[in-house]
């Protein structure tokens, strides 16, 4: 079975400043996606950024960007110049990238604070 | 579009009360599913549909059933309430490539239900 695992529970980082969260997974699959999810306080599930297992090169979406490491199955979203609205819940899921079969896999979660 | 919309969005309810969580989408999605959050963890899987008349099993299905007569519709149903049920629930939807190849679509989230069982 597959399994995600976040190991920072909380993290802070000054506004305008960078920072990176941890998120590792074991799958025996060669093919799949990852993603990384925000739920900020009003609880919606918003997307941030997709990965491709086949794509060396790592997703970027305008301040946020992953170091996809394949080989380590570590899966890091770095935020740069944090702003107060990216405090929120932080998410890493997987999903195998098979037809038929769309069930993502979630970490427990990373809480950002955001300091002004 | 509206997107995912779920009701309600608060319930309490006694121990061994029943009860339905809706789901709606309005995007002719054929794939829908149900997960659950407790609280300081991630979602997991309770059930999803393929499409109209097929559902399946997720990680956590005991205690829930589901149907899906429509497209558009995905209730989830609570038959004996217990405090272990006792978290927020996400529906989801979304669809997919043409046959015989593969395309990634993203999942779309309804604003979730939060359910309280004491």
């Known amino acids: 079975a597959q399994t995600v695992t976040q190991s920072q529970p909380e993290m802070s980082v000054q506004e305008a400043e960078t920072v990176t969260l941890s998120c590792t997974y074991d799958?025996?699959?060669?093919?799949?996606?990852l993603f990384w999810y925000k739920q900020p306080p009003s609880r919606q599930m918003i997307l941030v950024i997709r990965q491709e297992a086949y794509k060396q090169q790592n997703a970027t979406e305008n301040r946020f960007s992953v170091n996809f490491q394949k080989a380590a199955k570590s899966f890091s979203l770095k935020i740069s110049d944090s702003q107060l609205g990216d405090a929120a819940m932080y998410f890493c899921a997987y999903r195998r990238a098979n037809f038929g079969n769309e069930k993502l896999t979630f970490g427990t979660g990373t809480r950002l604070t955001i300091i002004p | 579009n509206a997107g995912v919309t779920q009701t309600p969005k608060f319930r309490i309810l006694k121990i061994g009360q029943s009860m339905t969580l809706q789901c709606t989408q309005d995007m002719n999605h054929n794939y829908m599913y149900w997960y659950r959050q407790d609280p300081g963890m991630g979602l997991k899987l309770i059930y999803y549909s393929v499409g109209a008349g097929i559902t399946d099993k997720g990680e956590v299905p005991n205690g829930y059933n589901v149907s899906r007569s429509t497209t558009e519709d995905f209730p989830l149903r609570l038959e004996l309430a217990a405090p272990s049920q006792t978290s927020v629930y996400f529906c989801a939807s979304s669809s997919t490539g043409t046959s015989g190849t593969f395309k990634y679509n993203e999942q779309f989230f309804g604003p979730g239900t939060r359910l309280t069982v004491l």
């Open positions: 799958t025996s699959e060669s093919d799949y996606y």
